[in-house]
């Protein structure tokens, strides 16, 4: 039991170590193109523009793209990590979300709260930790009919070891960095 404890604290801390050392999200650079807006897409976008289920805190890339450009509404209705195209994106939350197709685009317009990742997008088991990490958008998990990302495979395997577990401490620690940016964690 005393062993287990040990190798335990030991691969925390191996673990802790390796996020710690990982780059953190720099602040976005200026769009250059202008993506659709919500109300551009559907006739009512205000009756789905409640961030009481959206984080106020996205994790974009360089250009301003949520979850690197990849498609949100794809890895619910396809289970697939699809690359979105800047052709069908819309602004939503201060950052462009680019989709596989114009249905896609549509979906999201229509309820992004559905699709957007839970952390904003974050690494997950970053949050467990109370750290915002890059999130891989091709590292991916669906709980809930909620979407979550990981920084790698190590990385998700390691929170699916007490899923439940970590998923508590996400629950508990993501209100407290939610609105606070990487640099200050």
């Known amino acids: 039991m005393l062993n287990q404890r040990f190798l335990t604290?030991?691969?925390?801390i191996s673990l802790i170590s390796l996020l710690s050392s990982c780059q953190r999200i720099q602040t976005p650079l200026p769009r250059t193109e202008t993506?659709?807006?919500?109300?551009?897409?559907t006739l009512e976008p205000e009756t789905h523009?409640?961030?009481?289920?959206?984080?106020?805190?996205?994790?974009?890339?360089?250009?301003?793209r949520a979850l690197r450009g990849?498609?949100?509404?794809?890895?619910?209705?396809?289970?697939?990590?699809?690359?979105?195209e800047s052709a069908w994106s819309v602004s939503w939350q201060g950052?462009?979300?680019?989709?596989?197709?114009?249905e896609n685009q549509v979906k999201f317009a229509e309820n992004p709260e559905k699709y957007v990742p839970g952390n904003g997008g974050y690494c997950t088991f970053g949050v467990v930790l109370s750290k915002?990490?890059?999130g891989d958008p091709t590292v991916w998990l669906v709980r809930n009919d909620r979407l979550y990302?990981?920084?790698?495979?190590?990385?998700?395997?390691?929170?699916?070891?007490?899923?439940?577990?970590?998923?508590?401490?996400?629950h508990n620690n993501w209100p407290l960095i939610a609105n606070k940016l990487p640099e200050e964690l």
């Open 149 to 170: 990302f990981f920084l790698d495979e190590d990385v998700k395997r390691k929170f699916l070891q007490d899923e439940a577990g970590n998923f508590e401490r996400v």
């Open 49 to 64: 523009l409640t961030t009481a289920t959206a984080p106020t805190t996205l994790n974009v890339d360089e250009q301003g």
């Open 35 to 41: 993506p659709l807006t919500i109300s551009e897409l």
């Open 132 to 134: 915002k990490l890059d």
């Open 70 to 84: 990849y498609d949100a509404v794809a890895y619910l209705e396809a289970q697939q990590a699809i690359p979105g």
């Open 95 to 102: 950052a462009e979300w680019h989709f596989s197709s114009p």
């Open 9 to 12: 604290s030991v691969t925390t």
